[in-house]
């Protein structure tokens, strides 16, 4: 996008109490220039955590571009379970549309066209309900196209639009109200591993307990049988793993450090819409638990990536992080105090 176009897209923007995070991201979406921002934040869960929050909620007041802006601050805490899919349900109540970022996902500047023009090509197209700023795939894919339609949800930058989230449910009420047996039949119908369908299993039938919202978002693209685009070149570096965030605290399959990639313009379309059964088999080594990990990633890699979690002005300069597999927690702990 050039300094002075401004993005038609809607974007929500998540932070709760890491400033210098939430400044990183910020200056990424002051940079696109949206016409319609939704700043949504939730309440400090303790004492401790009040300045943080309050220090993230005052750098998104530094809105210096035309721009019409919603904001959602929770005066409770919430919690990450219910605090982002309220957020979103406040997004969806207002426009059709909308790219959705937290404090912890930096984008690359093409991130945003990328987002905009592919939720206008898709916008009808009921098939299609995600769309996802990650390139997660290791090798990466070489393709033609500049994206490809697969099965599997990532949401480190991503947009969506109001007649897909319409479909998730944070109680799985659909999935609870199965019995054993048809559940056991849809998850052999759906995925070849049992270490993959005990990883399903796993977080569906537990969905309750679990402090995330992303399992119950993955099901309703999966039930539904339905896809979501994955870049072909990573657009978002996850920059918010380690002890202070609520999932994302440990690095469990070993996945190493990725440079924030950008796209080429203009996209270059697949031939149909229909998944890349090749990639979504990589994919899905992403969830077999139980089966050995992945070499762990160079010293060179991880250096990066330890450095864009320290923040700074030259790291924009250097590769960053993808996210980390999520540990699903069952219950809380001490340290469950950030996102």
Known sequence: MTPHTQLETPVAFFLYKRPERTRRVFERIRDARPKRLFLIADAPRT?????????????????????????????????????????????????????????????????????????????????????????????????????????????WGWATWQRAWRHFDLDLREWHGLGPR???????????????????????????????????????VLAREALAVNPSRNLISNVGFGEDATNATEDPLGIAARPLEGMEFPLRHPDSIE???????????????????????????????????????ALDFVPAPIRPKIRHRDRKGPRESAR
């Open 47 to 155: 004492p401790v955590d009040r300045p943080g929050c309050e220090r993230a909620r005052a750098i998104v007041g530094e809105v210096d571009w035309p721009c019409e802006v919603t904001r959602d601050f929770a005066d409770e805490n919430l919690g990450l379970k219910r605090r982002i899919p309220s957020g979103i349900d406040g997004v969806f109540r207002a426009v059709d549309r909308a790219i959705l970022l937290e404090d912890d996902c930096l984008p690359h500047p093409s991130f945003f066209p990328y987002c905009e023009q592919l939720l206008e090509r898709y916008a009808d197209e009921e098939r299609v309900m995600h769309l996802a700023g990650s390139q997660l795939l290791q090798p990466a894919p070489a393709r033609r196209a500049s994206y490809h339609f697969s099965r599997y949800v990532h949401i």
């Open 275 to 313: 998944r890349d059964i090749a990639a979504d088999a990589v994919a899905s080594r992403l969830f077999r638990r139980g089966e050995p990990a992945p070499p762990r990633a160079p010293l060179r890699q991880r250096a990066w990536a330890a450095g864009l979690r320290a923040g700074g002005r």
């Open 182 to 220: 048809t559940r056991e039949r849809r998850l052999r119908l759906r995925f070849a591993h049992e270490s993959e369908r005990r990883y399903w299993r796993y977080v569906w039938d537990n969905s309750g307990a679990i402090e995330n919202w992303d399992a119950q978002w993955s099901y309703a």
